[in-house]
């Protein structure tokens, strides 16, 4: 009978040992999240390249547009899992076209023109007015956002704040990132 009791007690402690060494990896995880977030705070001056060769002042842009919420999302034709989500990205941008001054930038990073339009030709992409396909051959995404890596996406508020930072692939038709651009234009525009 000791035995059991000890060997069940020995489970307990190790139950909880193990429970409290996931807290503390991930209370290391958010922290790290939160301060990569905090080093971008304010939409960088940036200038990158249309698909037609044209230079597109992102700052100049927010302030012809009036941009309300503009995401600004790194991405690329080599990188696999850039591809894999750009269909769901497409989902989330169509969820919200017609909607006044909420603008879309997709930058391929580090890319050719010709492989974006290709790629873009096989998904069947239609020209929208929200959404501008830009080339980052510059290093901008490095320089002035600090991107390291493809995809990451940033969303940037009407007075050009960082709302909200993405790294890596998401799934982006999920009623989870619906909501959350919802409430994220509502702040933005302070309606919320």
């Not at 059991?4 to 402690?13: K, N, Q, V």
């Not at 990073?109 to 790629?119: G, P, R, S, Y």
Request: glycine share 4%.
């Amino acid at each position: 009978m000791k035995y059991r009791i000890l060997a069940i007690l020995l489970i307990i402690a190790a139950a909880v040992g193990y429970s409290v060494y996931q807290k503390n990896s991930l209370n290391s995880q958010l922290v790290t999240d939160i301060q990569a977030e905090a080093v971008l705070s304010k939409l960088p001056p940036s200038v990158f390249t249309t698909l037609e060769g044209e230079v597109f002042d992102v700052n100049a842009f927010y302030e012809k547009e009036r941009v309300e919420l503009l995401m600004v999302h790194f991405w690329g034709t080599w990188c696999a899992p850039c591809e894999a989500e750009l269909p769901d990205l497409l989902g989330l941008i169509k969820r919200f076209e017609g909607q006044p001054n909420v603008r879309f930038l997709l930058v391929a990073a580090n890319d050719e023109v010709i492989k974006v339009k290709k790629h873009l030709q096989t998904l069947g992409i239609p020209s929208k007015a929200s959404i501008y396909w830009l080339i980052d051959n510059s290093q901008v995404h490095r320089e002035a956002y600090g991107t390291t890596r493809v995809p990451e996406t940033f969303v940037f508020s009407s007075d050009k704040t960082t709302l909200r930072k993405f790294e890596g692939p998401q799934e982006w038709n999920k009623t989870m990132f619906f909501q959350t651009f919802d409430e994220l234009l509502q702040i933005s525009t302070h309606k919320l």
